[in-house]
C-alpha cells in the first residue's frame, strides 16, 4: 500500500518548520513551534485541557470535596465504562461517519453475558467472548451495508438502534434485570478490584519510559529516511513530566482506594489505539479515508476494507464499554446502554477534540472528553443539582466543541490559503 500524507500541503509545510526548529532549538524551539501551530488553527487538544481545568477548579471551589482522593477515584471508575464506548465512536468519526446504535449494543453485551452465564450456565468467559462476537457481527454488517448498498451510516444505525433494542429486549425476556454475583472477578472488576500501589507506580514509570522510547525510535526512523529527527531534551522533557505527573496522580488516589483495574484497561485501550493510529499503515488509512475518501481511494488505500474494519472496532468497543458497566451496576437490566449513553459517547468524542468532519482527533479524545462529561456530571452531582442542569450544560459544552473545531478549521484554510 502506497504510504499516504493526510496532510495539506500547508500543514506539511508547518510540521517541518516545526522539527526543524525542534531539532536546531530544543525546548525553546518546541515552545515557539508549539505556538506557531496554535496560531496557525492547529489547536489539537489544548481547548480541552483547558476546559477541564477550569471545571475542575470552579468545581473544587464551590465544593473542596471535588478534588478529594475518594471523589477522584469515583470520577475515575464512573468514566471507564463510557468511555471506553467513545473509543469506538472516535474510531468511526475519523472516517467521517457516525454510529447511532453504540449505546443499544452496549446494552445487548450485558443482556447476552447475564442470560448465558446466569440462565444457561455458560462459563464466564465463554458469556463475554459471544457478547463480543455478536457485536463484531453487527458492526460487520453495518460495514457491508455502507460499501455494497451506498445507505448512509446515519441510517443504517439508526436501524440498527432499533433492531439491537428490540434483540436486548427479547434475550432478558420477562425477568427484565438479572443480577450478577457480586463475589465473581466480573463484578469486582466493576466494583472492587483495584491495582496494589506498587503496580500503579510501575505502570507510571513504564508510560514515561515507553514514551521516551517510542519517540526515540521515531526520531531514528526518521533520520535514516533523511528527515529531521527530534530533540532528545525534548523527548526527555515530555517524559519526566508524564512520569511526574502519573506518579503524583498514583499516589494521591492510593491515599483512599487507588487505581481502579477498570480504569486500567480503558486508559490500555486508549493507548493501543492510538499505537495502531499512528504508528501503523492502517491508522494512516483511517486518516486518509476521513480526510478526502476519493483521494484516498485514488492512492490504492482500500477504501471499503477499512470502513468495515472501523465499524467492526467501534460495535466491539460498544460491547465492551457495556460490559464494564455491567460489572459496575452488577446487573443487567432493560436500561442497560439506555438513556444518556449514546449521546454522552459521542459527546465525549466530539468534546475530546475528534472533528465531525472526518480526518482529524486522536484516541486520547476519548479520556479527555470523557473527563470532562463526568467531571460536569459528578460536580453538580455534589452541587445536588439535578440531571436536568446536567443536560443543558452538556449540551452547552458540545455545542462550543463543535464551534472551536470550525473555527480551527477556517482558521487552517486561511492559513492554507495565504
Do not use: C
Request: aromatic residues 8%.
Amino acid at each position: 500500500m502506497t504510504k499516504i500524507n493526510t496532510e495539506t500541503p500547508a500543514e506539511l509545510a508547518a510540521d517541518i518548520r516545526d522539527e526543524r526548529l525542534i531539532h536546531r532549538e530544543g525546548i525553546g524551539g518546541a515552545v515557539r513551534g508549539f505556538v506557531q501551530r496554535v496560531r496557525g488553527g492547529d489547536l489539537g487538544s489544548l481547548p480541552v485541557v483547558i476546559g477541564l481545568i477550569l471545571i475542575w477548579a470552579i468545581f473544587q471551589i464551590l465544593n473542596p470535596n471535588f478534588l478529594s482522593s475518594r471523589n477522584l477515584v469515583d470520577l475515575t471508575m464512573q468514566s471507564a465504562a463510557t468511555g471506553t464506548i467513545a473509543i469506538g465512536v472516535v474510531l468511526v468519526l475519523l472516517i467521517a461517519q457516525i454510529d447511532l446504535s453504540v449505546g443499544s449494543i452496549s446494552g445487548l453485551a450485558a443482556a447476552i453475558v447475564a442470560v448465558g452465564w446466569m440462565q444457561l450456565g455458560w462459563p464466564t468467559w465463554t458469556a463475554i467472548l459471544v457478547a463480543l462476537a455478536a457485536a463484531a457481527i453487527i458492526g460487520f454488517l453495518y460495514g457491508l451495508l455502507y460499501t455494497r448498498f451506498g445507505v448512509p451510516t446515519f441510517v443504517i444505525t439508526l436501524a440498527g438502534l432499533l433492531a439491537v433494542l428490540g434483540l436486548q429486549l427479547k434475550i432478558l425476556g420477562a425477568h427484565g434485570s438479572i443480577n450478577l454475583p457480586y463475589d465473581s472477578w466480573f463484578v469486582r472488576l466493576g466494583t472492587t478490584l483495584f491495582l496494589p500501589p506498587w503496580a500503579a507506580y510501575a505502570l507510571a514509570i513504564l508510560a514515561g519510559v515507553g514514551m521516551f522510547l517510542s519517540d526515540w525510535l521515531r526520531s531514528r526512523r526518521r533520520v535514516k529516511a533523511g528527515l529531521t529527527g527530534g530533540s532528545v531534551s525534548v523527548m526527555l522533557t515530555k517524559s519526566i513530566v508524564l512520569l511526574v505527573l502519573l506518579v503524583a496522580a498514583v499516589w494521591y488516589l492510593a491515599t483512599t482506594r487507588g487505581v481502579g483495574v477498570m480504569f486500567v484497561l480503558f486508559v490500555l485501550f486508549v493507548v493501543i489505539m492510538n499505537f495502531f493510529l499512528t504508528r501503523t499503515r492502517w491508522g494512516r488509512a483511517v486518516y486518509a479515508v476521513g480526510g478526502n475518501v476519493e483521494a484516498a481511494r485514488r492512492a490504492g488505500i482500500k477504501v471499503d476494507r477499512i470502513v468495515i474494519s472501523v465499524l467492526v472496532l467501534g460495535t466491539l468497543f460498544a460491547a465492551i464499554g457495556g460490559l464494564f458497566a455491567t460489572a459496575k451496576l452488577t446487573a443487567a437490566t432493560l436500561s442497560s446502554g439506555a438513556g444518556d449513553t449514546n449521546l454522552m459517547a459521542i459527546a465525549a468524542a466530539v468534546i475530546g477534540g475528534t472533528s465531525l468532519f472526518g480526518g482529524r482527533g486522536s484516541a486520547y479524545s476519548a479520556l479527555l472528553g470523557i473527563f470532562v462529561l463526568q467531571s460536569i456530571s459528578n460536580g453538580l452531582s455534589l452541587l445536588n443539582l439535578d440531571s436536568s442542569v446536567r443536560f443543558m450544560i452538556t449540551g452547552a459544552v458540545l455545542l462550543l466543541a463543535v464551534i472551536i473545531d470550525a473555527l480551527s478549521r477556517r482558521s487552517r484554510a486561511a492559513h492554507g490559503q495565504a
